[in-house]
């Protein structure tokens, strides 16, 4: 199989990751900063994004975070204890359980955020630029080489029964 990218692409996508690893790191340090980890700003945040006056489940958090559900739990019990989150049982369904935002959490997370968002303002451009390189590189190399042909179900057949007597 040969290689047809060329420099300029694996520059492109070397670039693309260096970007993101720059954002992630910058959102990262200023969590710690502040006194968490990065999963709980995480999860403060898909918290904070539910619409006002409708509480999460742990189902609704799982799926948006795309995390399993024992970090999900775990990361909650913590900011329970911590007084960030509250969790109530839904009377609708004794089984399910109500996440929501308490104020001490909103107070924690909206000044972390706008750091965050700050920190964006400053790095987006570049991050644009380089996302803009990165597809632009993508999309030539994609129209210049043709998808490999799909093997029929057929073309396996024989696998499963043995060759064919001659």
């Known amino acids: 199989m040969t290689d ?4 300029a692409e694996y520059t492109a996508l070397a670039a693309f990751h260096d970007q993101l690893q720059q954002t992630i790191e910058s959102t990262t340090t200023r969590t710690r900063q ?8 995480m999860l403060l945040v898909a918290l904070r994004r539910q619409p006002p006056g409708i509480p999460a489940t742990i189902g609704q958090l799982v799926d948006a975070l795309r995390w399993n559900r024992s970090e999900v739990v775990e990361l909650l019990d913590d900011l329970v204890r911590r ?4 969790r109530t049982r ?8 109500l996440i929501s935002l ?3 959490g909103e107070q924690w997370l909206t000044p972390l955020a706008k750091d965050v968002l700050r ?11 380089t996302v803009r390189v990165v597809l632009s590189h993508a999309a ?3 129209a210049r080489t043709q998808p490999p ?6 073309d396996f057949a024989w696998r499963a029964v043995g060759s064919a007597p001659i």
């Open 4 to 7: 047809d990218l060329g420099f």
């Open 34 to 41: 502040a006194g968490l980890q990065p999963l709980t700003f």
């Open 83 to 86: 007084g960030f989150v509250a």
């Open 90 to 97: 839904d009377k609708a369904d004794r089984r399910r359980f």
């Open 102 to 104: 308490t104020p001490a």
């Open 119 to 129: 920190d964006l303002v400053v790095s987006g451009p570049d991050l644009l630029r």
């Open 140 to 142: 030539a190399n994609a």
């Open 149 to 154: 042909a799909r093997a029929d179900i057929s």
